[in-house]
């Protein structure tokens, strides 16, 4: 049984940085995909960052672009979200998750963590 449980989550003004982490245990997967979703209240949930295991491929947000930074640990049971240049709008929800495949991110079959609250505010 795959477990996530997230955590970094804070408030921080505008430009500021927060870096989130994500521990998963139980993923059993030699290939699999992991990132990190957020939403706002009355938006839909959005794909931020996903990184593929062996291959290295990343998908970025267009609005995250240049800002933030996914990365997994060495011990490949850890996933980070580093964001820095925080915006407002940047202010969700913010989930980790973990799927076989990253064209199946946000399915049925998808392991979501707990959440962790991000506020961007003067």
């Known amino acids: 049984q795959v477990h996530l449980a997230e955590s970094g989550g804070g408030s921080v003004e505008p430009g500021g940085s927060l870096r989130l982490s994500c521990a998963a245990s139980?993923?059993?997967?030699?290939?699999?995909?992991m990132g990190w979703f957020r939403q706002a209240p009355g938006k839909e949930r959005e794909g931020v960052a996903t990184?593929?295991?062996?291959?290295?491929?990343?998908f970025y947000h267009d609005s995250v672009k240049g800002r933030f930074t996914i990365t997994q640990g060495v011990d490949k049971n850890t996933l980070y979200l580093q964001m820095d240049s925080l915006k407002p709008e940047d202010s969700a929800m913010h989930y980790c998750a973990l799927n076989r495949w990253c064209a199946l991110m946000g399915d049925r079959e998808t392991k979501w963590g707990q959440g962790v609250q991000v506020t961007v505010s003067p």
């Open positions: 139980g993923n059993t997967y030699n290939e699999y995909c």
């Open positions: 990184f593929f295991s062996t291959k290295d491929k990343l």
